[in-house]
């Protein structure tokens, strides 16, 4: 019997979430996270040595997020991937969101140099973060990965994201790293890069998932409160 990976919003309060999944164990994975073992498995713990894809020479950024955010390209501002940028980690000042300033995103830049082409959301996700992600994982979360393998060989558990709980695909939420976790967890990481392009949502795809992901939501609560009325009636 495989046990399941559930994804949950860290902003939850511990009683929501035995609420809905039970007395499980539930691991932060942020960086924020209390236990420092699992904030290694964030996209925004400096590891310090994550290779930028799409290079011809070695270029190296503290973590995930820093290449992530450095390659953001703007109508009016192109990708950061200055030492000075490349060495941010945490939450802090790390963000390159939209502005007035900025423009609008246009894209991710496909490496280094600003010749390169600008990928789409989901190529981005492709191309750069699931194969970055994955490298993180392999090369230093051996400890992290293992505890929670460990945990899971005895039950259900519970991963504490930033954000909610979307597919990798969703291009109109913001991409989960604890999603690419849970799939690593089980030995169904997809396939990515630049030969394995994935296909995004359409707005329809996210809307039916975002229900289907309620009523599962709603059938967990009413699971466990059953269960709740069946132990106070024994």
């Not at 691991?27 to 996270?33: K, L, P, S």
Request: glycine share 6%; net charge positive.
């Amino acid at each position: 019997m495989i046990n399941n990976i559930y994804i949950a919003n860290r902003k939850r309060q511990i009683k929501t979430l035995q609420e809905e999944f039970g007395d499980i164990p539930v691991f932060d994975v942020t960086y924020a996270g209390r236990d420092p073992l699992f904030s290694t498995l964030s996209p925004m713990y400096p590891h310090g040595d994550l290779p930028v894809p799409y290079t011809q020479r070695t270029l190296k950024a503290n973590c995930l997020e820093a290449i992530w955010q450095g390659l953001k390209v703007f109508e009016n501002e192109g990708a950061r991937l200055d030492y000075d940028f490349l060495r941010k980690f945490g939450d802090h000042g790390i963000k390159r969101p939209a502005t007035a300033s900025r423009g609008k995103i246009l894209g991710h830049q496909q490496g280094l140099y600003s010749d390169r082409p600008l990928l789409s959301v989901i190529d981005a996700r492709s191309f750069i973060y699931a194969p970055v992600y994955r490298w993180q994982l392999e090369q230093h979360c051996s400890k992290a990965i293992n505890a929670l393998r460990c945990a899971l060989d005895k039950s259900d558990i519970v991963l504490l994201e930033a954000g909610n709980d979307r597919d990798i695909r969703d291009i109109f939420t913001p991409m989960p790293h604890s999603q690419l976790l849970r799939l690593y967890l089980l030995d169904q990481y997809p396939e990515c890069g630049e030969n394995h392009p994935w296909k995004p949502y359409t707005k329809a795809e996210h809307e039916a998932d975002v229900e289907r992901r309620k009523l599962e939501k709603k059938a967990r609560i009413a699971h466990q409160r059953d269960l709740r009325k069946g132990s106070f009636i024994q």
